[in-house]
C-alpha cells in the first residue's frame, strides 16, 4: 500500500516528497517525521524509499514495526560493498525513481552513505534537497560519516538543525543561515513515542534464553555497543578495549549488544576468551523497543555511537562515548555525556563515579521534546509552497 496521500489546495500538484531510509539510524528518526507528514493540514504527499543499505531483513522488519514505520513504498535493495561500491549503487537505482515520481523534494536524514548518494542525484537533477540532522560536525574528516555530512549539507537547499550550535558549523562552511532552520532532534520524538512500549531488560534476556539473574546487582548493570571500525577493525584495539570491558564488569555486569561485524572480528581475532560469561552478557541484534528498554534500566551505557549519546541524554542515563570525539557536543554540555576515548584509567574511574552515585545527569536541550517532527513538516511546508511560487514567477517571466 502506497505512502502517498492527495493534497488539497493549496499546493494540490505538489509531488511527492521522496524519504530516504538506508540504515537503522534513519528509520528512528524518519519515523515520526512521516507521521507528522501524514497528520499535517493539509497534509504532505510522501514517497517512502529503502534503499537497502541495512540489508538485514529480519532486523529492518522487527525496525519498521517497532517504530510504526510505513512499509516502504520501493526498495532498492542495494546491500552491502564498499563505500564507493554502496554509493554508487544506491546512486544508479535511485535516479530511475527521480525520474519517474517526479518529487517535490528528497529528504534525507543523518549521514550514512544513503544519505549522500541520494543527495546527489536529487541536486544534480535540480531537485531540492532537504537534510534534517545538518551541521554536526565531528571535525575528523577519517570518518566516512563526516565526508557524508559535509558534503550533503553543502547541496542541500533546506537544512534541519538538532542543536543552535550546528548553524555556526554551517555558517563556518559558507551555508547562509536563510537556508537553516532549527527544529529540535527527531531521534528524541521516536524516544518519547517508544518508552512506554520499552521492552524491560529481564523480557529481552529471557527471550534470548538467557537467565535475567546475571544482571541481579546491587549496582545494577551496563549496556555496551561497539561497532566504528576504530574501534572494532582493529584486533589490539578491540582486544584492549574488551580487556577494559572485562575490568568494568568485575564491578557492574554489562549487555554487550554488538554489532554482526564487532561480533565477527571477536571470533576472527580470537578474542572470545576476553568474555566472561558470568558477568557479560552477549546479545544477537536487537529491535528498537529491545534496545530502548535496556538503556532506560541501565546504570551507565558504554558506546562509540552518535545516536546512543542522544538518546542516553533523553533518558538521563549516564553514558561514557568511546570516541576521540563526538559530533553531538550538546550531549556533553548539556546531557549525560562524557568522552572517555579508550583510556583504561578514565573507563574505569568513570564508571566508579557513576556507581558512586556522581554520574551525569544532565538535561534535556532545547527542542528535544518529542515535537521536533511537528515543527519540520509545518516549515517544510510552507518552505514548498514558496519554492513552488518561485518556480511559477520565474516561469511567467521567462
Not at 492527495?6 to 515520526?32: E, S
Not at 557479560?280 to 545516536?307: K, R
Amino acid at each position: 500500500m502506497s505512502n502517498q496521500v492527495t493534497v488539497d489546495a493549496p499546493g494540490a500538484d505538489l509531488g511527492p516528497v521522496i524519504c530516504v531510509v538506508g540504515a537503522r539510524p534513519n528509520f528512528m528518526k524518519m519515523a515520526p517525521i512521516l507521521r507528522a507528514m501524514a497528520a499535517h493540514v493539509p497534509p504532505i504527499p510522501v514517497l517512502l524509499v529503502h534503499t537497502g543499505q541495512h540489508y538485514d531483513k529480519d532486523m529492518s522488519d522487527r525496525l519498521f514495526e517497532d517504530l510504526r514505520l510505513p512499509q516502504p513504498d520501493i526498495n532498492l535493495e542495494v546491500g552491502s560493498g564498499t563505500h564507493a561500491v554502496q554509493t554508487a549503487e544506491v546512486m544508479r537505482r535511485f535516479e530511475p525513481v527521480m525520474d519517474m515520481h517526479k518529487p517535490s523534494c528528497v529528504a534525507v536524514v543523518g549521514d550514512v552513505n544513503s544519505t549522500l548518494a541520494c543527495a546527489l542525484v536529487a541536486a544534480k537533477k535540480n531537485v531540492p534537497v532537504v537534510h534534517i540532522e545538518a551541521g554536526l560536525r565531528s571535525y575528523d574528516r577519517t570518518m566516512p560519516e563526516e565526508v557524508n555530512r559535509i558534503l550533503t549539507d553543502q547541496i542541500s537547499a533546506r537544512l534541519y538543525t538538532t542543536e543552535r550550535t550546528a548553524e555556526g558549523n554551517l555558517a563556518r562552511e559558507g551555508i547562509p543561515s536563510e537556508r537553516v532552520c532549527f527544529a529540535g532532534n527527531v531521534m528524541i520524538d521516536s524516544v518519547v513515542f517508544g518508552r512506554a512500549n520499552a521492552r524491560s531488560a529481564t523480557e529481552t534476556l529471557r527471550a534470548c534464553h538467557i537467565d535475567p539473574l546475571v544482571l541481579n546487582h546491587p549496582g545494577g548493570y551496563g549496556v555496551v555497543t561497539l561497532h566504528r571500525p576504530s574501534n572494532v577493525d582493529n584486533p589490539g584495539t578491540l582486544r584492549a578495549l574488551l580487556g577494559v570491558l572485562g575490568e568494568v564488569a568485575a564491578s557492574l555486569p554489562l549487555v554487550l549488544a554488538l554489532h554482526p561485524r564487532t561480533r565477527s572480528n571477536i571470533d576472527r581475532f580470537e578474542l572470545a576468551g576476553l568474555i566472561d560469561p558470568a558477568c557479560m552478557v552477549l546479545l544477537p541484534p536487537q529491535g528498537y523497543l529491545e534496545m530502548l528498554g535496556l538503556m532506560a534500566g541501565a546504570t551507565v551505557v558504554l558506546t562509540d555511537s552518535g545516536g546512543l549519546q542522544e538518546e542516553t541524554t533523553a533518558l538521563g542515563v549516564p553514558c561514557l562515548t568511546l570516541r576521540e570525539n563526538t559530533e553531538r557536543p550538546i550531549t556533553i554540555e548539556q546531557g549525560t555525556n562524557l568522552l572517555v576515548g579508550r583510556d583504561r584509567a578514565a573507563i574505569l574511574d568513570s564508571v566508579q563515579e557513576i556507581l558512586a552515585g556522581r554520574g551525569k545527569r544532565g538535561r534535556l536541550p532545547e527542542f528535544w521534546d518529542g515535537h521536533a517532527a511537528e515543527r519540520i513538516a509545518a516549515d517544510l511546508y510552507r518552505w514548498l509552497m514558496h519554492w513552488q511560487a518561485e518556480i511559477a514567477l520565474n516561469s511567467l517571466i521567462t
